[in-house]
């Protein structure tokens, strides 16, 4: 579901000074970013592999994707990048967005930074459980 739209840049990590910029509709139900093609085609990046994606309406399409860096907010990302149409809305989706910390207030529907990027499933050593000794 698209619920605002930010500013993004996108950069060949090869050659980060060179860059393409636009307004990317932000998506939560979407894991991965999405540029168009050309766009990415002028920056030097190339396919790195494909991917199926399933489609709103349930149907499944696979398309060719890379990887790009992704800056927004004053945060740089590698993100992986599908090369859409040339002449699709921009998608900045989920990954790209939890990777830097940021997600959608669901009551304003506006991004919000947090106060730190979540690493779930990590336990600080002090709190690991030892194995019981036999």
């Known amino acids: ?9 996108v950069r060949n990590p090869a050659r980060p000074q060179k860059l393409w910029e636009g307004l990317f ?5 979407a894991v ?4 168009p093609g050309a766009r990415l085609r002028a920056l030097g990046l190339k396919p790195r592999g494909q991917r199926v994606y399933q489609l709103a309406d349930g149907s499944e399409v696979t398309l060719e994707i890379t990887v790009a860096e992704i800056e ?3 945060e740089r990302v590698g993100a992986t990048v599908i090369f859409g149409p040339d002449d699709a809305e921009p998608i ?6 939890e990777s830097v910390g940021i ?15 979540r690493l779930k499933g ?4 002090s709190e690991r459980r030892r194995p019981p000794r036999r």
């Open 32 to 35: 991965d970013c999405l540029v």
């Open 72 to 74: 927004f907010m004053g």
């Open 1 to 9: 579901m698209g619920i605002t739209q930010v500013t993004a840049a």
């Open 92 to 97: 900045l989706g989920v990954t790209a967005l």
């Open 122 to 125: 990590e336990r600080r050593a």
């Open 25 to 29: 509709l932000v998506d939560t139900g």
């Open 103 to 117: 997600e959608v207030d669901p009551r304003t529907q506006r991004l919000k930074r947090l106060p730190a990027v």
